[in-house]
DNA sequence: GGTTACGGT
């Protein structure tokens, strides 16, 4: 016999016993232990340690009692009869129909818009996404993401190839494909998926026409963006802009002129300024109007008639890789931005860092954005 | 696309 390995996962064993003569399941004897429990003293995923045998596993048992007794009788005519399985098949499933127990064992394949992804130096990553369905027993919450979609976010633990492949591609806001994820119960009781093999794909907006899951994730995202009041896509304009305070806009981009944005903001890239040792200057509008948080830009002719209607945005850390890639006239959407009065730049400016996903062209063809479509009547 | 399946702060 070659080695014969059993793998289950920490602390989560269930049982049933199967009583030959009496013919059924049973628990052993009656006691009151409870049938079931919410763990994370209560707040967390549903366990019960009584496994719930099916059809094909009382058929199982009845044939290995057969064997058993003719191996008693010294008859080894027949052998087990192995358990009768189908072929495997994954499905593509929604997070609120997703659990530890959930056909097949747990397994299952998902699409999901990305919150937050945590590196850690372990090599395990956290990941928390959502599809805009229920995630009961999840237990999540971060200052990453408005605190009313907790109930709608999932944990998801990235092994191996997982975690290798995400550090690399994965920004919050962007939309996934993650195959073969697991649903588990971690230790400390609550709800969270676990994903060992690298594939996971990259989703554009675009990609909803052809992908009928992203599409009901778009349509669920809107639906759950007008009930709970906070459409990100729904962003605020240059003049509803306040000293000092997070915002998120869509602007053009023009020359040194960009936007803040805490939430979402849509605006035109006017001009991009670049100069080497320093760091790279957006200009941007959304032709909205709002001296005190506007930028100087002289008589530059990409300024021309925008006086008071123009941001600057200077770009550090990962967001200077924008300046290099962005079209001047394009519009684009900018989160959490602050505008805020620059000793050194001797005027109102952002400035933008982190690893973050901040600044993203935006899809003009989208027609569910009334901020944006208003602002294209302009361009 | 078939097969796997463990886990750690």
């Not at 080695?3 to 996962?9: A, D, H, I, S």
């Not at 499905?91 to 850690?120: A, M, Q, W």
């Not at 530059?300 to 924008?322: C, N, S, T, V």
Request: glycine share 8%; with cysteine.
């Amino acid at each position: 016999m070659g080695n014969l390995v059993g793998y289950g996962q920490h602390n989560r064993l269930r049982w049933a016993a199967y009583s030959p003569s009496a013919g059924e399941i049973h628990y052993g004897p009656p006691n009151n232990a409870p049938k079931e429990e919410n763990l994370a003293d209560g707040f967390g995923a549903p366990f019960s340690p009584f496994y719930v045998a099916d059809e094909i596993d009382i058929q199982h048992c009845i044939s290995i009692s057969d064997w058993w007794r003719k191996l008693l009788a010294k008859d080894l005519s027949e052998s087990v009869v192995p358990i009768a399985k189908g072929p495997i098949k994954r499905l593509h499933r929604l997070i609120s129909e997703t659990g530890p127990n959930v056909y097949p064992s747990g397994f299952f394949d998902c699409t999901v818009e990305v919150l937050k992804l945590f590196i850690s130096d372990q090599g395990t990553h956290s990941l928390f996404v959502t599809d805009y369905t229920p995630s009961p027993g999840s237990g999540s919450s971060s200052k990453s993401w408005p605190a009313s979609l907790n109930e709608y976010v999932m944990q998801f633990e990235l092994w191996d190839e997982a975690a290798r492949v995400a550090e690399v591609i994965m920004k919050p806001g962007e939309y996934y494909k993650i195959n073969n994820a697991r649903m588990k119960i971690n230790n400390s009781g609550y709800m969270e998926g676990k994903v060992k093999e690298g594939k996971i794909t990259q989703l554009e907006e675009d990609d909803a026409e052809s992908d009928t899951h992203l599409k009901a994730l778009l349509r669920r995202k809107q639906e759950w963006n007008s009930k709970n009041n906070t459409d990100v896509d729904l962003f605020q304009l240059i003049q509803d802009a306040e000293m000092g305070k997070f915002f998120d806009c869509i602007v053009e981009v023009h020359c040194p002129f960009l936007f803040l944005t805490s939430f979402l903001t849509s605006m035109k890239l006017l001009h991009i300024e670049l100069k080497p040792y320093q760091m790279p200057r957006l200009y941007l509008t959304d032709y909205s109007g709002n001296s005190s948080v506007a930028a100087t830009c002289g008589d530059e002719f990409w300024a021309r008639g925008l006086e008071g209607r123009i941001i600057k945005i200077m770009l550090d850390e990962e967001q200077k890789h924008i300046a290099e890639s962005a079209t001047i006239g394009t519009v684009l959407s900018v989160r959490k931005l602050r505008l805020k009065n620059n000793a050194v730049e001797n005027g109102i400016c952002g400035i933008l860092g982190g690893g973050e996903k901040l600044i993203v062209p935006m899809n003009l063809n989208r027609i569910d954005n009334v901020r944006l479509q208003d602002l294209i009547r302009y361009v």
